[in-house]
Structure formats: structure tokens, C-alpha cells
């Protein structure tokens, strides 16, 4: 060790060490562990150990309710829904379909549609995508394309038309899977009640009945703005906000809609959607790609026109109504899978005794996976602690990502994202989801996992308090300690920390990896534990 190194690491040893044991104090919560990921940091005597670590087959099944389809806060402090939908397939995880099941609403009960005789003009479904967060996650790429103008001089304005000018500008959206660029979306109706007071519509497997196509469209992937301007005096006629939009079916809101006027069906929201039960959104293709949308944000517009008498005239304004998609109605993201045999035989075969040698973890719904620190190894740990007097300076779980893995140039989020956390509780009948100590002591977010730079990639996963609670407790308990490893992140609340162990954005993540397991290569995973020993 050098001298620099060795005043560094003295230095180290007086500000951890110290005040654990010369003072019975625990050092800083934000700080506990950073020196972990801190290449110019000393790191005192690291001691690796095994751990165990195996698959857990969740049935491809996860709550994914308007609940679970949240992303986080955007910069106001609002929640920020998501969806997603699309279709991917690749070798290792096989085929994954995403689609999107909603209620739909009237604007008010017992709606008049302006007056009499009112008959569709168009109908259109906008999809749009979800906010930023507080994370600073971009659902949309930054760059323009194809933006530009161009005139028209036939745009349909009430009964006549006229010469505008459109400005249209696309943005692509970030995809997960394959750079393919088109994919067709279809919207169905739903024929199945969705109760949400039963548990199984609030999966994402949940058992839904679809009817009539009431339209398709090809998906470029680019969503658009879209401004019209009448040419003979500038004023605007249209502004289309940033979405994608689709034509539904004249005819099918025709007679089930306006038809309806004054009828038992458009009484009231309760008669209303065991009516028109809902609408499911869903891809054609099966190796497309991925992406997500923002669920409270879609639209439904009719457009149309009714008659309108005056002195004598009768004239056919044109007007709208706008169906309410939003947060009041019932969400449900719906995931499919058709998995290879070497996943299904590796996944379901999970072995908790001496580990598996890959590990399969998939947010929406994929595998998981437990990682168990023995009682032998924890008692071991403790003999160090109080035989040799050494005090724990950081610990992590090191992860590497098998070569396999497939890697995603257009990820909506870019690097994955990792949850660790204790298996959940029943305390007097009650679930309990608790956070590692590391997590509840108030441990930055981005010190809980940390990504290596450069080949090759491994991740280092922080259980310093975690295991600094167990092994210096008085009354040691030696039990196995069992962590679940998920894709995904936690949802933060209004202050900006995580909202509950429970509630993170797996059900929406798109990431997948295969991660090195039990085997006996040099990347086995392993947990690291540096030691400082007082002289």
C-alpha cells in the first residue's frame, strides 16, 4: 500500500471506524457505503463470499391496475401514469405482447349531443406519451423529424371548405426492442365487465373478451403536433397537441353512442359502462417493438353535427365530444408471453439449495430473483466482527449481466433500474413490505445499485446497514437473509423519496437481462464485505 493510499484509508478508518466503534455511532446514512463506488476512496481488507442465488417464476403474472401504472412524480408533484404496448421477441425471453385494457365515460350523464338530429362526422383516438418525472426519465427523443408546412385547399370547416396551411412536426418515441418502425394498432371493443372490485382484473393476465374492431392504424413510431391555419386570415382551426392519432369507426359510435340519446344506457357512468364495457388497445405484430404511452392522457374525440333552427334556418354546426379516459375509469396493462423451453426449464426448475447458474429477471411481470446469505456465512462474518475486532466499512452484492443479454440502443430509460428489497410479511394479518435498512436509513437512491463503466458489465448492489444491523446486533438471530432482486424502480412520493417498498415501476418496466448466477466462473455473484481493523 502506498503512503497516499495509506494516509487515505487512515483517514477512512478514523471517520467509519471510529464512530462505530469508539463511539457506538452509525456513520451518515447518505454517506454509508459510497466509498463502495468511489474509485479514488481506499478500501480497506475485502472479503468475498458466496451467496446464493436462484430464479423466481412470478406465472408471467403481476398487478398492473391503474395502482400499479405509475412511473413516479413529474416536476409538479403529480403522479405520472404509464402504459405500454407493442410486441417484441428475442431469443433468450421468447415473445412478449403488450396490450391496454380502459373504461371510457361520458362527459356528463344524460348527455343532449346539442340538439336534434345529430349525426358523426369523424372519430378519433389520440395516444399520447407519458410526462417526464422527477427522475428525468424522456419518454420521447429529443430531435425533430420531418417538420415542416404545407397548404391545403380543401380543409372541411362546418359545410364549406378552405385554404389553410398545416404545420406538422413528428418526434420519435424511445423503443425497446427491435428498430423496426411500423407497427399496426388496433382497437377493440371489450365485452367483459370489468368489476374492479375482483382481484382478477387487476392482473396482467386478467381474463377480458373483446368484440368489434373499431379501427387500425400503422404506427411509424413518431408521435406528432399538428397546427391548421386558415390562409385568408391567419386564424388558427386546429391545434393537435403531441400524440398519435387513429380513426375509429363512424357507424359503431353512430348507433351505439347518439342513437342512444335519452335512453337507460347513457343515464348515468354506473348504466354507461356496462354498456360500453371499455376499449383494448393491442398490436398486430409479434417482433416489433415496445413503448409506453400515458393512460390518463388518451382521447377519444367524436365529432359531429346536429341541426340547428333560427328564424326560419336551419344550419348543421359542428361540434365535439370528448369520452373520458382518465384516472376515474379501470386500467389494466395486459401482458402475454410464449417462452422458449430453455427458459421455462431453467425459470421453473429454480434451484434454492445451491443456486442457479443463470438468473432470468424481467420487469411486467418476468422472473425475479432471490439472492440468500446464509446463517453460516452471516455467523462467519460475525466472528470477524467480534473475534478479530473488525468493524464492517461497506458491503455489496456484485451482479454481472451474462453476455446474452439482449442489449437496447432506444431503452425509454436507458441504463436498467433495480429494486432489492426483503421478502414481504404477514404481521397480525396485515402485508408488510419492508425496504433493506440500507433503503430505510435514508441511503440516496443511486448508491442502492451502481453500474460498472465499460466491459465487463457487472452491478454492485448496497447491503452495508443491511448487514451491519444483523451482524452487530446484541441478540444475534442467525437466519438466512433473503433479498428479491427486481427490474425496475421505486416510485417516489410529493418530498421525493420512495413511496412504499411495494410500489415500484415494475409493472411497466421493459428491461430484461440474464444475469450470471451460481456457476464457477471468476462472475459468479458474490457478496464483498470490507473490513476495517482497529490498531
Known amino acids: 500500500m502506498t503512503h497516499t493510499l495509506k494516509k487515505t484509508f487512515a483517514m477512512l478508518f478514523l471517520a467509519?471506524?471510529?464512530?462505530?466503534?469508539?463511539?457506538?455511532?452509525?456513520?451518515?446514512?447518505?454517506?454509508?457505503g459510497e466509498?463502495?463506488?468511489d474509485k479514488d476512496a481506499a478500501v480497506g481488507v475485502e472479503t468475498p463470499y458466496n451467496v446464493i442465488a436462484y430464479n423466481i417464476s412470478n406465472n408471467d403474472s403481476i398487478r398492473s391496475d391503474a395502482s400499479r401504472l405509475i412511473a413516479g412524480l413529474n416536476a409538479s408533484g403529480t403522479s405520472v401514469s404509464v402504459g405500454v404496448l407493442g410486441s417484441f421477441t428475442e431469443g433468450q425471453f421468447g415473445t412478449?405482447?403488450?396490450?391496454?385494457?380502459t373504461q371510457l365515460r361520458m362527459p356528463?350523464?344524460?348527455?343532449?349531443?346539442s340538439g336534434p338530429n345529430a349525426k358523426v362526422d369523424s372519430v378519433v383516438l389520440v395516444v399520447r406519451p407519458p410526462a417526464n418525472t422527477m427522475d428525468d426519465t424522456y419518454y420521447i427523443a429529443d430531435s425533430i423529424k420531418a417538420p415542416g408546412a404545407y397548404d391545403r385547399s380543401d380543409f372541411p370547416v362546418g359545410n364549406e371548405t378552405v385554404a389553410v396551411s398545416i404545420d406538422k412536426k413528428t418526434y420519435p418515441v424511445r423503443k425497446y426492442g427491435n428498430i423496426s418502425k411500423s407497427m399496426t394498432i388496433n382497437v377493440h371493443e371489450v365485452t367483459t365487465f370489468i368489476d374492479t372490485n375482483n382481484d382478477a382484473f387487476t392482473r396482467s393476465n386478467a381474463s377480458v373478451v373483446t368484440g368489434d374492431l373499431l379501427g387500425s392504424a400503422v404506427f411509424d413510431g413518431n408521435m406528432s403536433t399538428v397546427t391548421v391555419t386558415k390562409k385568408s386570415d391567419n386564424t388558427n382551426l386546429f391545434t393537435g397537441n403531441l400524440g398519435f392519432r387513429m380513426k375509429l369507426d363512424n357507424n359503431f359510435f353512430q348507433t351505439r353512442i347518439i342513437d342512444k340519446k335519452g335512453k337507460p344506457e347513457l343515464q348515468d357512468a354506473s348504466n354507461f359502462i356496462r354498456y360500453f364495457r371499455g376499449i383494448q388497445l393491442s398490436v398486430s405484430e409479434t417482433n416489433k417493438y415496445l413503448f409506453q404511452f400515458s393512460p390518463n392522457d388518451l382521447e377519444i374525440i367524436m365529432y359531429y353535427k346536429y341541426d340547428k333552427t333560427e328564424n326560419?334556418?336551419?344550419t348543421h354546426p359542428q361540434t365535439t365530444l370528448k369520452f373520458n379516459l382518465g384516472s376515474s375509469n379501470a386500467h389494466i396493462g395486459k401482458y402475454e408471453y410464449t417462452r422458449p423451453s430453455s427458459f421455462t426449464t431453467i425459470v421453473n426448475g429454480a434451484n434454492k439449495e445451491i443456486g442457479d447458474q443463470k438468473l432470468y429477471v424481467?420487469?411486467?411481470?418476468?422472473?425475479?430473483?432471490?439472492?440468500?446469505?446464509?446463517?453460516?456465512?452471516?455467523?462467519?462474518?460475525?466472528?470477524?466482527?467480534?473475534?478479530?475486532?473488525?468493524?464492517?466499512?461497506?458491503?455489496?452484492?456484485?451482479?454481472?449481466?451474462?453476455?446474452?443479454?439482449?442489449?437496447?440502443?432506444?431503452?425509454?430509460?436507458?441504463?436498467?433500474?433495480?429494486?432489492?428489497?426483503?421478502?414481504?410479511?404477514i404481521v397480525d394479518g396485515v402485508k408488510q413490505y419492508p425496504f433493506t435498512s440500507d433503503l430505510a436509513s435514508g441511503l440516496p437512491m443511486y448508491y442502492h445499485y451502481k453500474k460498472t463503466s465499460g466491459k465487463p458489465e457487472y452491478y454492485d448492489l448496497t447491503v452495508t446497514k443491511t448487514l451491519k444491523d444483523i451482524t452487530e446486533a446484541k441478540?444475534?438471530?442467525?437466519?438466512?437473509?433473503?433479498?428479491?432482486?427486481?427490474?425496475?424502480?421505486?416510485?417516489?412520493?410529493?418530498?421525493?423519496?420512495?413511496?412504499?417498498?411495494?410500489?415500484?415501476?415494475?409493472?411497466?418496466?421493459?428491461?430484461?437481462?440474464?444475469?450470471?448466477?451460481?456457476d464457477n466462473s471468476t462472475q459468479k455473484i458474490q457478496l464483498f464485505v470490507t473490513y476495517g481493523t482497529k490498531k
Open 108 to 113: 356528463v350523464d344524460n348527455f343532449d349531443f
Open 362 to 425: 424481467q420487469g411486467m411481470g418476468g422472473p425475479s430473483v432471490g439472492i440468500k446469505i446464509s446463517k453460516e456465512t452471516l455467523d462467519k462474518m460475525r466472528k470477524e466482527l467480534y473475534d478479530q475486532k473488525k468493524a464492517i466499512v461497506g458491503a455489496k452484492i456484485r451482479v454481472y449481466v451474462d453476455p446474452l443479454t439482449f442489449e437496447n440502443k432506444h431503452s425509454v430509460e436507458g441504463d436498467r433500474k433495480f429494486t432489492l428489497v426483503p421478502p414481504m410479511k
Open 96 to 101: 412478449q405482447k403488450a396490450s391496454y385494457i
Open 312 to 314: 326560419g334556418t336551419t
Open 475 to 518: 441478540a444475534f438471530s442467525a437466519e438466512d437473509l433473503i433479498l428479491k432482486l427486481d427490474l425496475g424502480s421505486f416510485v417516489k412520493n410529493s418530498q421525493g423519496t420512495p413511496a412504499g417498498a411495494q410500489y415500484t415501476t415494475r409493472a411497466t418496466d421493459m428491461n430484461r437481462a440474464v444475469l450470471v448466477g451460481n
Open 16 to 32: 467509519v471506524f471510529g464512530s462505530a466503534i469508539l463511539y457506538n455511532c452509525e456513520p451518515d446514512p447518505d454517506s454509508l
Open 35 to 37: 466509498q463502495l463506488f
